[in-house]
């Protein structure tokens, strides 16, 4: 299985610091945010990662390199200016990706998730884990009912940010910048997409506030 850490978003709400430092360099206790995840996918046997860029690209890229320094293979997949957004990011690097399901992180969240679990997931169309709702998503995203996702049901959960997909699910998609969410409610709503619910550490460092809060919980560690 190979993983793939989408790395191209322009991180508006987190000005001034993203006009000099893309989002996965982040800094949190000692290490940006994209290591932190190339560790953890180390350690759950990945050895193949896709890494999209977009916005300030250039120092992603010659921060990983290669991705020797980790023991992986790391091939980036760069987007014009502007990025494709989720579903245009994930469609451009299909080739990178192989035939076999692969797994899905947000390079702007913080999380204790054990992602050895992502190998071992049986998917058709496309697996989400969700989370408790944060405060800054109260309404949450969708609900989990016997295994399956359910765009309208409750109680309600928010989407990590975490996934697994089968190359199928984007095989009627074309190239071009596109979500990935309509396309999930509309699966959902025919139920092919399954889910789980993750109940540990998960942060969306989506905001100065919160990345402000998540470097305070590691000061305070």
């Keep these: 299985m190979r993983a793939m850490i989408l790395a191209a978003g322009r991180g508006e709400r987190l000005r001034p610091l993203t006009d000099t430092l893309p989002k996965p360099l982040f800094d949190i206790g000692g290490k940006t945010l994209i290591e932190r995840h190339l560790e953890r996918l180390v350690q759950a046997g990945f050895r193949e990662v896709v890494i999209n860029l977009a916005h300030l690209g250039d120092?992603?890229?010659?921060?990983?390199?290669?991705?020797?320094?980790?023991?992986?293979?790391?091939?980036?997949?760069q987007e014009p200016e502007g990025a494709l957004d989720t579903g245009g990011a994930i469609q451009q690097a299909l080739p990178l990706l192989g035939e076999a399901p692969f797994a899905i992180i947000n390079g702007d969240i913080f999380t204790e998730y054990p992602l050895s679990r992502l190998r071992a997931i049986k998917c058709d169309h496309a697996h989400l884990i969700l989370v408790n709702n944060p405060e800054h998503n109260p309404n949450g995203d969708f609900a989990l009912q016997t295994g399956r996702i359910d765009p309208d049901g409750q109680p309600r959960f928010t989407f990590s940010g975490i996934s697994v997909y089968n190359p199928r699910f984007f095989e009627a998609t074309s190239a071009g910048r596109?979500?990935?969410?309509?396309?999930?409610?509309?699966?959902?709503?025919?139920?092919?997409?399954?889910?789980?619910?993750?109940?540990?550490?998960?942060?969306?460092?989506?905001?100065?506030?919160?990345?402000?809060?998540?470097?305070?919980?590691?000061?305070d560690s």
């Design 178 to 219: 596109f979500s990935v969410v309509p396309m999930l409610i509309k699966a959902a709503a025919l139920k092919y997409v399954t889910g789980e619910i993750y109940r540990g550490a998960w942060h969306d460092v989506g905001t100065l506030e919160r990345l402000e809060h998540l470097r305070d919980e590691f000061k």
């Design 59 to 77: 120092l992603i890229r010659d921060t990983l390199g290669d991705g020797s320094n980790w023991d992986l293979n790391i091939h980036y997949s």
